[in-house]
């Protein structure tokens, strides 16, 4: 059964098919509703429930805790309505970013191996002005044979060249033609932008960054945009790998740090024996050593679900405002 569903800050009202949560038909409209990780982990969808009643999906508690529940909130990405219903989401720090979503055809212009299983793609998009998005935000990106997948930018908006991380996933049928088959001169279909885990620019406060695996792409657009963009505040960027074959771009983040004071590079391995030069063990375990007060500060988290999942429960404990963590969860489907 079809419920009507009212998008407050949108001024409209949708239909919602039986068992399709709020934000699913409210994207399927065209309505630019805040969210991440769309599958209950990060709070970015995290709305109040003004009217009418939903079935709430199964959710991390550090997204949306029982305490907020009994306050009557609700995360769009995981509420199937049952009744007719209105909801508003909740005011963050900034108005979304204004960049209009576009459909266009990029060409691979170069790819190389960043990893044993990371390639690093670049796509210059034909006859088009280039694409503007925010940092941190992702396309949803469609090769011949093979199903559409989401990945995020890790260049510069409105690059000439966009560039991607893409990890080949045991399994992965459209990662797997990436890697195996996607050659120089192959057109790829973009979709973009999309994502809520983006730079908050009017944000003074210090950043957090931590990367796992090929979630260093979002991490490395943030970083860079907000050097850029002049911000002068803390910026401490962790980057967790299994071992040393699974580290990359370390010299550019090195780099980086010589060159801006305020800025940290620390990469964590979990599986690396000893000896070895880098820190060693789970990279949310060494923020939660290094750093002990996050109040006042912006995280950007973006890789494998558990990863997440721990920085938020760090975050929380560290006392940082929810709205203030913003997640970018890498599913191995890809």
Do not use: N
Request: with cysteine; glycine share 10%; net charge neutral.
């Amino acid at each position: 059964m079809t419920r009507q569903v009212e998008i407050r800050q949108a001024g409209r009202s949708i239909a919602v098919a039986q068992g399709v949560t709020i934000l699913d038909a409210a994207l399927a409209e065209g309505i630019a509703y805040p969210h991440g990780c769309r599958s209950g982990r990060c709070g970015a969808c995290k709305s109040r429930l003004v009217q009418g009643q939903v079935e709430l999906l199964e959710h991390s508690r550090f997204a949306l805790s029982p305490e907020e529940k009994a306050q009557g909130l609700i995360l769009a990405c995981r509420a199937v309505p049952t009744t007719d219903a209105c909801v508003a989401w909740l005011g963050g720090d900034e108005d979304p970013p204004a960049h209009p979503r576009r459909q266009l055809i990029g060409r691979v212009s170069a790819i190389s191996d960043a990893t044993h299983d990371i390639r690093i793609v670049q796509l210059a998009t034909e006859g088009a002005d280039a694409l503007r998005f925010a940092a941190g935000q992702y396309a949803r990106l469609t090769c011949a044979g093979a199903a559409e997948r989401d990945y995020s930018m890790a260049s510069r908006s409105g690059a000439p060249v966009l560039e991607f991380h893409i990890r080949e996933v045991p399994g992965g049928a459209t990662s797997a033609r990436v890697h195996q088959f996607l050659q120089p001169g192959d057109p790829v279909a973009i979709e973009a932008p999309f994502g809520s885990a983006y730079l908050r620019e009017q944000h003074a406060g210090p950043i957090l960054c931590i990367a796992g695996g090929s979630g260093l792409a979002p991490i490395k657009a943030i970083v860079e945009a907000a050097i850029a963009a002049g911000m002068q505040q803390p910026i401490h960027v962790y980057f967790g790998a299994r071992g040393e074959r699974d580290l990359y771009l370390v010299a550019h983040f090195q780099a980086l740090a010589r060159q801006h004071p305020h800025m940290s590079f620390t990469p964590v391995l979990s599986e690396a024996p000893e000896p070895t030069r880098w820190r060693r063990g789970l990279v949310t375990d060494a923020v939660a050593h290094d750093l002990q007060d996050l109040d006042g500060w912006k995280a950007y988290v973006a890789g494998p679900p558990a990863m997440v999942e721990a920085a938020l429960r760090i975050g929380a404990v560290r006392g940082l405002r929810s709205q203030d963590m913003h997640a970018d969860v890498f599913f191995t489907p890809q």
